[in-house]
């Protein structure tokens, strides 16, 4: 399978199980990442431009924009885009492994985004995404 095979294998996996997905995301009662994510924005300035790699449900996203944060959230598959479109938070479609980003960031977030992918792919992405950041920026995975 070649790396795009892949990738549009994984994206297909999150379409067709999406609602599932988002159903129990949802249920969570504990965020786990809250202080992970809460600790990770100390020290950005309120403005800095942050963007999130594969959003899903826009949980860490909420929770960002609730400490005084904008910040573009993205996925690849439709089915998260347009959920993330039904609860205000105007998100792209974005996929790391074809997609050029469409501005430099202080801040890129990618949980649970990198799992997906080959050592290889996973160094191809790390270079696409430190080539997005601006100086001084940082990635949170």
């Known amino acids: ?11 297909q996996v999150y379409e067709d199980c999406a609602q599932e997905y988002i159903a129990r995301s949802e249920a969570k009662k504990i965020h786990l990442s809250a202080p992970w994510i809460t600790r990770s924005l100390a020290g950005l300035p309120k403005n800095a ?27 690849a598959p439709s089915a998260f885009v347009d959920y993330l479109t039904t609860i205000g938070l105007d998100p792209i479609q974005f996929d790391l492994m074809t997609d050029q ?5 202080n801040y890129i977030l990618a949980k649970a985004t990198l799992v997906h992918f080959s050592h290889k792919e996973v160094k191809a992405a790390l270079k696409k995404v430190f080539g997005a950041l601006s100086g001084g920026g940082a990635i949170r995975v």
Do not use: C, H, W
């Open 1 to 11: 399978m070649t790396k795009n095979e892949n990738n549009q294998k994984t994206i």
């Open 49 to 75: 431009k942050l963007f999130e790699i594969g959003s899903a449900t826009g949980r860490e996203a909420r929770l960002i924009r609730s400490l005084g944060y904008n910040i573009q959230v993205s996925d």
């Open 101 to 105: 980003f469409p501005d430099t960031y």
